[in-house]
């Protein structure tokens, strides 16, 4: 019985020392609405050196944004057809139950090793408006 505890806390500790072994950088798009803040999209996310490389995780972040989003442009057609804006509508609805967004501006942010979120410096250049969960051009 001693042989087995032993065993499952071995296990334990080389999994944690894993989990450090890895840090991680998550890139997101966040709108502010009603004074609330949504994450509206999880953007490709790597693994950094170290915790500290807040700046290499921003930076990284940002590219991403402007691959994703083609410079910031929620008319950019994706993959799937749909554009930008209109993912970012599907998945307000699906993820926050909110058909109705107006003039929302669309910014990137970045977070090392499950931080604080840090605006990473793009947003996008024209405003979200979704409808019924459909984008459209804002009024």
């Known amino acids: 019985m001693n042989t087995f505890v032993l065993l499952l806390a071995s296990i334990a500790l080389v999994g944690a ?8 950088c998550w890139c997101g798009m966040f709108i502010e609405m009603d004074d ?6 999880h953007l490709e996310s790597i693994t950094v050196d170290s915790c500290d490389d807040v700046s290499i995780c921003k930076t990284t972040c940002a590219n991403e944004f402007n691959v994703f989003t083609s410079g910031g442009d929620l008319n950019h057609l994706l993959a799937n057809g749909y554009s930008v804006g209109q993912e970012i509508c599907l998945k307000m609805v699906e993820h926050h139950g909110i058909h109705n967004v107006y003039h929302a501006k669309v910014y990137g ?10 605006y990473d410096g793009v947003s996008s250049t024209n405003a979200l408006c979704c409808h019924e969960g459909f984008y459209k051009a804002c009024d």
């Open 17 to 24: 020392k894993g989990v450090g072994e890895f840090p991680n």
């Open 109 to 118: 942010y970045a977070n090392a090793c499950n931080g604080p979120w840090a």
């Open 36 to 41: 609330e803040v949504h994450m509206v999209y």
